[in-house]
Each structure stands twice: as structure tokens, then as C-alpha cells.
């Protein structure tokens, strides 16, 4: 028997938009406990909360105010611990994230520095720096500067500080003891209370260059992928393997290279990483093997499970984004009005969540994923929150697109959505109650009929994976043990080889053969 993180089913929970137990328009925590046999159901091994801290959310819950309090949105920490342990009694684990590059600019330790002062021991655990000149021309991930000055006391312009993403998240000095402490307190703070793992937020950004340098002037990137990070999580792996059972650390890292992406994975760092490679390539047999390949080859040598990941609270929904000419997902190609067939994206899908599912290692299920649901895009200006949206100057449709609060039933003002009263915090379109769960639960040709079926299959799959012969350009092939899992992405039909059963089908299979776009899971025949 393995850990349960290398092979589990890992479902996302945008709470704001998951389910909302007490009206106000906004999901909560007795939203999601109502919830949780949905999930089991669903056959889901654990959740993963995206920030459920007190929050101003000027970036959705990534603008911590205090990791110790549950955002009065969402409910109390008293409901939060029952939560974590309703989960557990069905068998889901539960999984949080931590944001450690930056913290809300209401937290405690900014205002403090603030009201401190230039040259304060308080300024020390961010990024101060005076000058009339902005200390670095490095381009926020949201587009825009990095730095913001600040206002002393008598108005006169004062100090500027470091935030890689928005100016109400300001970046913390990790070189600095307190940050480091206190970030080990915190996980400790959770995981006494029952929680399994932590999602590691932009791991590769919290260690700067205390030069401060441009980007061309030194080899090494002055803000990502530092060697210094290794330490420190290094650290969090000693205080997640202190515990019985011990606690797992999945990181976000986007990195190109695969060998610097497995350096997060050795023994005694983290777990498990996010692989967003896959979710990055165009929808094409050559591009989506060799991402397959690429991954397995590099978790190889740290004995690392991969991860399998279509989509997440960042990107564009799979449905849109594989109805259109470029389906490789890039946050630099977001843009409104691109024309997307979401017949064709569905299919697409389907067959996506075939592949995915058969693939060796964990697997990340974003809220929503499961029903199918497209990225909104008629969303009214006025209603947009995300500051990618905001920094861009409008260009950039942002990322409320997939976080409009789900569809529960066909009808009702809110889709089942919230208990009663108000409206949801983002607009649900007119259609979606023809997504919802109530209308795909007895529908067996759903993507919740077809999820709920991989899900339970995919827990009887060895551990063994092995490229198949019919591999080819137009067809991914691969074997776990007697399952065969093929997806054809060529113009033609493609015929079955000889098979004892048809475990699973993205579509209609016609005569023994596999239409474009489609995947299936075969028993093959004994020898
Ligand atoms: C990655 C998160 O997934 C994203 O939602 C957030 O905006 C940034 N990190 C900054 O915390």
C-alpha cells in the first residue's frame, strides 16, 4: 500500500462559489457540509480549499489577513475544524492553502510596519525601500509594477514596498526569522486540527534577490525558482512528517524546466507539484504524449507520484478552452470574444477527463469540472472582480469567468446555489440550470455520469503504466495493466483491437471504432 496522496483523487473548493448555506449570495462552510455526500458520491479523496482566511479579498482570498481566523464569509473556525472532521468521517481529506510570498497589506505585521516607519524593525519582514526611484523595473504577475510608495504621516511621498502581485499583497522577507516561524506556526496551527495537507501558493516566488537586480542583469532569476527555497520547504516537510499520519505539501510551480520542477520533489521537500505542462499544450496526440512522457521521466529519479491537473480556479474552463483554434491554455493569450464551438470543447472534455483520469499519480478536479461547466464570458463589466482583469486596463477578461458559483439545480433564482435570499456574488447565466447537478444526476450520458464512472474505475487501476503499440500520431495508446486507455485526436475513425469489455467511452462507440476526439477505456483479452 502506498501514501494516499500518490494516487488520490483531489477535488477543488472555490468556496465563494461552491454552495451557500446561509443566502448571503457568497459560498460558505455550511454551504460545502451540505454538500460533502455530493462529494462522496462524486468519489473524491480529499478537497482543497483555496484561501478560507479572514480576507479583504482584493485577490479572491489570496490577500491573507490572519491564517488563524475563518473570513466571516465563509463562517468560524469552530465550523471549519467540524468541517475538516464531517469530511474525514466519509472519508475525504482535507487540504489548504498558504499563500507564503505575500500576506493582505490588513495584515497585522503591514499595518504594524506602516505605522513604524522608514528604517523600523517592523519594515524588515517586507520589502521597504527608499529613493525617489522605484527600486526595480520588474513587471507584477498581473501585469504592472511591483512597487508602491507609500505616504508618510505629513503627506510627503515615503517609502516603496515590493508586491509581485497586487499592491494590497505585499511580499514578505523571507530572509527574515519571524516569517519563517511564523509560517511553521501556522501549518502547525492547521494540522492540529486535522487537516492532511497544504497547497503551497506561487512556491517558487517567496525568496528575492536582496540585491534587488533586473531581470538581464544576472543569470540567476532575481525572484523565482531561488536555490534558497529548497531550505525552507524543506523545513515544512520536517514539521508535515512530525505528525501521525504525516501531513503532504503540494506546490504550485510553474516552471518550464522539469528537471528544476522535480528539485521541489525530492524526499525530504515536498510531496507532490502541480503539473501545469499538460494543461499548457494544444490539443494534439504528439504535444499531450510528450508532456506524458516529459513528466513521468522527470518524476522518475525523486520517486515523485505525478500530478494530472485540466484546470483550476486560474484558467479557462476545458469545455471553451478546447472548443477553440488554440487550446493550449496561456494566461498571456486571454483575451474577449475569442469564437469557441463548445459542442466540439465538450467532446473534448470528455475525452480529456478519460485520459487524465487514466494517467499514473494524483489528480486535481476543479469544482465544476465534473458538470461540464463553460468559462462564463458575458459576464457584465460592472461585475468583474479579478485585478488581472482590473491591472490590465480590460484586455484581459480575467479569471471570473470560471469561478461563477455553481448550478445545483435547473431552476430557482440562484440554481440551488445559496439556501434562500440574495443573489450570488458573480451573475449565473440564464442557462445554466441545464448544467446543474439535478439535471446531469439521472442522465447517464452526463459528464457527471461519465466523471462518477471514471472516478470509481480509475481507484482499480495498478500502479504499472506502459505506452500500448497502437501509439501513433493520430492516437495515444497506453496500457494500465489489462486497461487500455486510447483517445484519438486523428481526422479518421479508428478501428478497436480485440478487447474483452468496454470499461468506459467519452462518446457513442459505432461499429468497434473510435471517432475523432474520443477516448475509451478497454479491458483487453488475457494471453
Ligand atoms: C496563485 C493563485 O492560484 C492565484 O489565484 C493567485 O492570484 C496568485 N497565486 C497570487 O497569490
Known amino acids: 500500500m502506498g501514501q494516499w496522496w500518490q494516487d488520490a483523487v483531489i477535488y477543488q473548493i472555490y468556496p465563494r462559489s461552491f454552495a451557500d448555506g446561509d443566502g448571503d449570495g457568497t459560498g460558505d462552510l455550511a454551504g460545502v457540509r451540505s454538500r460533502l455526500p455530493y462529494l462522496r458520491r462524486l468519489g473524491v479523496d480529499a478537497i482543497w480549499f483555496t484561501p478560507w482566511y479572514l480576507s479583504p479579498l482584493a485577490d479572491g482570498g489570496y490577500d491573507v489577513a490572519d491564517y488563524r481566523v475563518i473570513d466571516p464569509a465563509f463562517g468560524t473556525l469552530a465550523e471549519a475544524e467540524e468541517l475538516i472532521a464531517d469530511a474525514a468521517a466519509l472519508g475525504i481529506r482535507t487540504i489548504i492553502d498558504v499563500v507564503p510570498n505575500h500576506v493582505s497589506s490588513e495584515h497585522a505585521w503591514f499595518t504594524a510596519a506602516l505605522a513604524a516607519g522608514p528604517g523600523s524593525p517592523e519594515r524588515e519582514r517586507f520589502w521597504f525601500r527608499s529613493g525617489d526611484e522605484r527600486p526595480t523595473d520588474w513587471v507584477s504577475s498581473f501585469g504592472g509594477e511591483t512597487w508602491t510608495r507609500t505616504k508618510n504621516p505629513d503627506g510627503t511621498p515615503g517609502e516603496w514596498y515590493l508586491h509581485l502581485f497586487t499592491p494590497e499583497q505585499p511580499d514578505l522577507n523571507w530572509n527574515h526569522p519571524d516569517v519563517r516561524r511564523e509560517h511553521e506556526e501556522i501549518l502547525r496551527f492547521w494540522f492540529d486540527r486535522g487537516v492532511a495537507g497544504i497547497r503551497i501558493d506561487s512556491a517558487t516566488m517567496p525568496v528575492k534577490d536582496p540585491s534587488l537586480p533586473e531581470l538581464d542583469e544576472v543569470e540567476q532569476h532575481p525572484y523565482v525558482d531561488r536555490d534558497e527555497l529548497h531550505d525552507i520547504y524543506r523545513g515544512w516537510r520536517?514539521?508535515?512528517?512530525?505528525?501521525?499520519?504525516?501531513?503532504?505539501?503540494?506546490?504550485?510551480?510553474?516552471?518550464?524546466?522539469?528537471?528544476?520542477?522535480?528539485?521541489?520533489?525530492?524526499?525530504?521537500?515536498?510531496?507532490?507539484?502541480?503539473?501545469?505542462?499538460?494543461?499548457?499544450?494544444?490539443?494534439?496526440?504528439r504535444e499531450l504524449r510528450e508532456s506524458i512522457r516529459t513528466t513521468l521521466a522527470a518524476h522518475a529519479p525523486v520517486d515523485a507520484p505525478a500530478t494530472w491537473v485540466l484546470s483550476n480556479h486560474d484558467v479557462t474552463r476545458p469545455v471553451t478552452r478546447y472548443g477553440r483554434s488554440d487550446t493550449a491554455f496561456s494566461f498571456a493569450s486571454k483575451r474577449f470574444g475569442v469564437p469557441t464551438d463548445l459542442e466540439l470543447g465538450r467532446r473534448r472534455a470528455r475525452a480529456a477527463a478519460?485520459?487524465?483520469?487514466?494517467?499514473?499519480?494524483?489528480?486535481?478536479?476543479?469544482?465544476?469540472?465534473?458538470?461540464?461547466?463553460?468559462?462564463v464570458e458575458n459576464l457584465p463589466l460592472v461585475a468583474l472582480q479579478d485585478p488581472m482583469f482590473h491591472r490590465s486596463d480590460g484586455l484581459d477578461p480575467g479569471r471570473d469567468g470560471c469561478r461563477v458559483p455553481l448550478p445545483w439545480t435547473t431552476g430557482g433564482s440562484t440554481f440551488g446555489f445559496s439556501a434562500r435570499g440574495f443573489g450570488p456574488w458573480l451573475p449565473q447565466p440564464d442557462d445554466w440550470?441545464?448544467?446543474?447537478?439535478?439535471?446531469?444526476e439521472l442522465d447517464p450520458d452526463s459528464m457527471l455520469a461519465l466523471y462518477r464512472s471514471m472516478l470509481a474505475l480509475r481507484r482499480d487501476l495498478p500502479r504499472s503504466f506502459q505506452w500500448h503499440a497502437l501509439d501513433s500520431d493520430e492516437l495515444l495508446a497506453f496500457q494500465r495493466g489489462e486497461v487500455l486507455c486510447l483517445v484519438n485526436f486523428g481526422p479518421e475513425a479508428v478501428r478497436l483491437p480485440p478487447y474483452q469489455e468496454v470499461l468506459l467511452c467519452s462518446d457513442d462507440l459505432t461499429d468497434d471504432r473510435l471517432t475523432t476526439d474520443v477516448a475509451v477505456w478497454l479491458r483487453l483479452v488475457h494471453h
Open 354 to 375: 478519460l485520459l487524465t483520469g487514466a494517467l499514473p499519480g494524483s489528480l486535481y478536479l476543479y469544482q465544476g469540472d465534473e458538470l461540464g461547466l463553460p468559462e
Open 238 to 285: 520536517a514539521v508535515a512528517d512530525s505528525y501521525d499520519p504525516p501531513r503532504m505539501l503540494v506546490g504550485e510551480i510553474w516552471l518550464a524546466d522539469a528537471e528544476r520542477f522535480a528539485r521541489y520533489l525530492r524526499p525530504d521537500e515536498m510531496h507532490t507539484a502541480f503539473n501545469f505542462d499538460l494543461m499548457g499544450r494544444p490539443w494534439a496526440a
Open 433 to 440: 440550470g441545464s448544467h446543474s447537478v439535478e439535471a446531469q
